[in-house]
C-alpha cells in the first residue's frame, strides 16, 4: 500500500490536496453551537379559560387533554400546571422520537379532546415545539417615550413576533408584559340596580351591538354591489353612547352606567427594561436546532423590521445568546491552535532538523481539516465538545507519523539510499501503524455506543477524535512515506551547526539521567510496586471525595431570576416590590441591563409570581457571574414580602420545567389532598437541611378565596338559576371578553368588568 504511494507522488499529492479541499469547505459550513444536540424532544401545550379558577383549569381541561396524550407512543413524562384561566402541558419525548410525527400525534389528540373541554374556551388548545425550561437564545425590548404601550405591543406582535416566528429553528416568541389593545367597559352596579338593569344585559347589548357578519351582495341586470354595513365599533368613544336598554321611555346608555376607555385585555402584567415600561420579547428556538444559525437569522432581519415601525419605538437587543457560544468557541479554536504549535515545537526540539520535522507535522493539519469534512457529512457542529476532541487527537495523530519517519532514518542510518530506506521501513512498519491507529480507535467505541443524554453528549466527541485518528493513519501510510523518500537527506550529507551540537549534549545528558533513574527503580522492584498502589489507592480516594456533577456553571454572562410574593398579593404591590428588587440588582456594577417582568405569562402563570434577567458585564470588567449571585442575596433578602431566587441556567435542562431552582423533586400522589398535606411539610424538613438554599414549591393553594354558597331554592323562588349567578359573577370578576374587534391587522376584545372600586371589596 505505501509502495503505490511513495512511487506516484503527484497522486499522493491531489489525494491530499482533496483532503485539505473538503475538508476547507467542510468548516467554512460548519454550524457553531456550545454543546452537540442532547435536546429531548418536547412539545408545550397551551389552554386559556379566562376567569377559571385553577381547579377549575385542572379538572375540566387538564385532565381531559392529559387522559388523550398518555395514548400517545413515546411519551417519557408528562407535566401540568394550572392557574387562573390558563393550563399549561409538557410533554417530553424520547429521545429517538422524531419531534415533527410527535407533533402531529399531540394535535390529533387535542381534536379527539375537544368535544370533552368548557364550550366557552375563546380559543381551542394550542401547542409549541418548544421546551418550556430552555433559555431564550435572544431578548428584544420595545419602548417608546412618546406611543403608548399598547401601540408598542401592536408592532410588537404584528410586525416582529410574526416575522420572527417565521425564521426556521424558532419555536415561539414570548411577550413578556404584553399590552394588546381592548377597549374596557367598567360598570358601577349601583347605576344599573337603580335602573333595574343586570349585568347580562350589558354583555348582550355589546356582542349585539358590535357586529361584523357578512351581509351578501345585490345582483343587478349589469352589475353587482357588495354590501356593506357599519356595524363593527373600534374604539372606547364608539361604545360609549351604546344603547343598553329603555327604561321610562328614555334610553339607557352605556356611558350612563360605567365608563368606558382605551384599555389592554390583561392590566395585570408588566415588564420593564431596567427602569422603563417595555414590551420584551424572548426567542426560544426549537429543540435539535442550532443557536448561532437562529440567532444569525433574527439579526439579520432586524433592519428590516426597524424600518417597517416608527422611529419614535425603540427596539433594543437585551442578550445575545449567541455571543458567549462564539467566545467559548473561539477559546477552544485558540488552544487547538496553541496545541497544535506546542506539538511541532516539542517534535523539532528532540529531532533538530527542519525537513524531519515538516514532514510528521504536516499530519497535523491534514488530520484535523480532513475530520472537519467527516463532521460535515455526519451533520455535527464546532462546538466545545468536538473541538476538544481534536485538542486531544493532537497528541494522538503525530505518533503514526514520527513512528513511520524514525523507521525510515533508520534505514537510511544503516547506509540504504532514501528511496529504498522510504520502501523498506514504510513496509516494514505500515502493520503497526494500521495496529496502532485501529486500536486508539477502539478505546472510544464504549463511549460512542453509550445511551441516554450522557452518550448523546459524547456520541459526536468519540466519532470525532476517531475520524481525526482514522485520517492521521491514513495521512502516515500515504504522505508521510512519500515525502520522506523525496525530502530527506542521506544520513552522510546532514551537517549539524553547533546549536544542533549542544542541544545534542543536552539530549545526551537527559537520556544518561533516565538510564540511572531507569536503573534504581529495577533495583527497588518491591518499593516500586508498593509506591504504585499507594498512587492507585490516593486516585480512588481522591475519585470518591472530588464534588461530582453533570455540567459545571458555565458563566454566559446572564442571570436569571424567580422572585415570588405572598399568595393573593395585588397587581400594585407585586409591582413595587418588584421594582425594588429590579433597583437593588441594578446598582450593582457589574451588571450591565435588566429585563423584569410580573403577571402570568411565558413560564409562571402564577399572579403573584416574576422574573428577572440581568445581562452583565463583559467577563474581564467583572467578577464571576458566581459570585455576583452569591453578593446579591443578602441585599434581595433585605426586602420583606417578597422572595428573589436566583440562578444561572445551566447549558443543558432536561425535563420541562424551568423551576426557581436547579434541582427539581416532584411529588406523585393518586390522593389530592394527601399530595396537598404532606408537600409542605416536606418543604419544611428540607429547608433544615445545612447544604440546601432557595428550597420552595410551586404549590401555591393558600390563595385568599370567597366562596358563594348558592340557596338553589330561593334561587328559583325568584327565577334565577345557578347558571345566572356563575355567569354574572363571570363578568362582573372574570374581566370577560364578551366581544371582538376585527381590523386588518389584528382582532382585538372588549372586556366587561365592574368599577374597580367594586372589586377591592367582597362585600
Not at 160 to 187: C, M, N, P
Not at 725 to 730: G, H, Q, T, V
Request: hydrophobic fraction near 45%; include cysteine.
Amino acid at each position: 500500500m505505501t509502495e503505490f504511494f511513495i512511487r506516484r507522488p503527484v497522486m499522493t499529492t491531489l489525494v491530499m490536496a482533496a483532503i485539505l479541499l473538503f475538508g476547507i469547505l467542510g468548516y467554512r459550513n460548519l454550524p457553531v453551537s456550545d454543546l452537540p444536540n442532547v435536546d429531548f424532544p418536547t412539545i408545550l401545550v397551551t389552554a386559556s379559560l379566562p376567569g377559571a379558577s385553577p381547579e377549575t383549569m385542572a379538572s375540566s381541561v387538564a385532565t381531559p387533554l392529559e387522559k388523550q396524550f398518555s395514548t400517545i407512543a413515546g411519551v417519557d413524562s408528562m407535566n401540568s400546571s394550572s392557574g387562573l384561566g390558563l393550563t399549561q402541558i409538557t410533554l417530553t419525548f424520547a429521545l429517538g422520537r422524531n419531534i415533527d410525527a410527535a407533533a402531529q400525534d399531540v394535535q390529533a389528540m387535542i381534536t379527539k379532546a375537544a368535544p370533552q373541554l368548557p364550550p366557552d374556551m375563546p380559543i381551542p388548545p394550542s401547542f409549541q415545539k418548544v421546551n418550556p425550561a430552555d433559555q431564550p437564545v435572544f431578548y428584544l425590548a420595545l419602548s417608546s417615550p412618546t406611543l403608548p404601550l399598547y401601540k408598542v405591543d401592536e408592532y410588537a406582535q404584528t410586525f416582529i413576533s410574526q416575522r420572527i416566528s417565521t425564521i426556521s429553528g424558532v419555536a415561539q416568541v414570548l411577550i413578556f408584559g404584553t399590552q394588546k389593545y381592548a377597549v374596557r367597559v367598567q360598570v358601577d352596579p349601583d347605576a344599573l340596580a337603580a335602573r333595574g338593569i343586570g349585568i347580562d344585559e350589558i354583555r348582550s347589548a355589546i356582542e349585539q351591538g358590535n357586529v361584523n357578519l357578512p351581509t351578501g351582495i345585490l345582483q343587478g341586470p349589469h352589475q353587482a354591489f357588495t354590501v356593506e354595513t357599519a356595524g363593527q365599533l373600534t374604539d372606547a368613544a364608539a361604545y360609549r353612547p351604546l344603547i343598553v336598554a329603555y327604561r321610562n321611555g328614555s334610553p339607557v346608555r352605556l356611558q350612563d352606567v360605567g365608563s368606558v376607555s382605551d384599555s389592554v385585555e390583561n392590566d395585570k402584567v408588566a415588564s420593564w427594561y431596567n427602569d422603563t415600561r417595555a414590551i420584551v420579547l424572548a426567542i426560544q428556538r426549537q429543540p435539535g436546532t442550532n443557536t448561532v444559525e437562529v440567532v444569525d437569522s433574527i439579526r439579520a432581519i432586524l433592519p428590516v423590521l426597524r424600518a417597517q415601525i416608527p422611529p419614535s419605538v425603540d427596539i433594543s437587543i437585551l442578550y445575545d445568546r449567541s455571543l458567549s457560544i462564539r467566545e467559548s468557541v473561539h477559546d477552544v479554536k485558540f488552544t487547538l491552535v496553541l496545541a497544535v504549535c506546542l506539538v511541532v515545537l516539542v517534535i523539532f526540539l528532540f529531532l533538530r532538523n527542519l525537513s524531519a520535522t515538516i514532514i510528521p507535522s504536516l499530519a497535523l493539519p491534514f488530520s484535523i481539516v480532513g475530520t472537519f469534512a467527516i463532521m460535515y457529512l455526519l451533520g455535527y457542529s464546532l462546538d466545545n465538545l468536538s473541538l476538544m476532541a481534536l485538542t486531544l487527537a493532537v497528541g494522538f495523530v503525530v505518533d503514526d507519523a514520527i513512528v513511520m519517519l524514525e523507521n525510515i532514518v533508520r534505514h537510511m542510518e544503516q547506509g540504504k539510499g532514501v528511496l529504498e530506506a522510504a520502501l523498506h521501513g514504510s513496509k516494514e512498519i505500515g502493520f503497526t501503524i494500521l495496529s496502532m491507529t485501529l486500536s486508539l480507535v477502539v478505546v472510544f467505541l464504549p463511549v460512542l455506543f453509550m445511551g441516554g443524554v450522557v452518550g448523546r453528549l459524547l456520541h459526536e466527541f468519540a466519532v470525532t477524535i476517531g475520524a481525526a485518528i482514522l485520517v492521521s493513519g491514513v495521512v502516515s501510510l500515504t504522505l508521510t512515506p512519500m515525502l520522506c523518500s523525496r525530502f530527506l537527506k542521506p544520513h552522510g550529507e546532514i551537517r549539524h551547526g553547533r546549536l544542533f551540537l549542544a542541544s545534542e549534549k543536552v539530549l545526551v545528558a537527559m537520556l544518561r539521567a533516565y538510564d540511572s533513574t531507569l536503573t534504581r527503580v529495577l533495583r527497588h522492584r518491591l518499593a516500586t510496586i508498593l509506591f504504585s498502589f499507594v498512587l492507585l489507592g490516593g486516585t480512588i480516594y481522591f475519585f470518591l471525595v472530588i464534588p461530582k456533577g453533570f455540567l459545571p456553571n458555565e458563566d454566559t454572562g446572564a442571570i436569571f431570576g424567580f422572585t415570588e410574593a405572598a399568595q393573593g398579593i395585588s397587581f400594585d404591590d407585586m409591582m413595587r416590590h418588584q421594582q425594588e428588587i429590579s433597583r437593588i440588582v441594578r446598582s450593582d456594577n457589574s451588571v450591565k441591563s435588566a429585563m423584569s417582568s410580573i403577571g402570568p405569562s411565558g413560564p409562571n402563570i402564577a399572579s403573584n409570581s416574576g422574573r428577572i434577567f440581568l445581562m452583565l458585564k463583559p467577563r474581564e470588567e467583572r467578577k464571576s457571574a458566581d459570585e455576583i449571585l452569591q453578593s446579591m442575596r443578602p441585599k434581595l433578602a433585605t426586602v420583606p414580602g417578597v422572595r428573589a431566587f436566583l440562578q444561572i441556567l445551566p447549558p443543558i435542562r432536561i425535563g420541562g420545567q424551568l423551576t426557581k431552582s436547579q434541582y427539581q423533586l416532584t411529588l406523585q400522589s393518586p390522593d389530592t389532598e394527601e399530595l396537598y398535606r404532606l408537600s409542605p411539610v416536606l418543604e419544611a424538613k428540607l429547608r433544615e437541611l445545612p447544604g440546601l438554599q432557595d428550597v420552595t414549591s410551586d404549590l401555591q393553594i393558600a390563595n385568599p378565596q370567597i366562596n358563594v354558597a348558592i340557596d338553589r331554592e330561593k334561587a328559583k323562588s325568584v327565577g334565577i338559576t345557578a347558571l345566572q349567578i356563575e355567569d354574572a359573577l363571570f363578568s362582573a370578576y372574570g374581566s370577560r371578553q364578551v366581544s371582538t374587534i376585527f381590523t386588518p391587522t389584528n382582532a382585538y376584545k372588549v372586556v366587561l368588568e365592574l368599577d374597580p372600586k367594586y372589586q377591592e371589596d367582597p362585600s
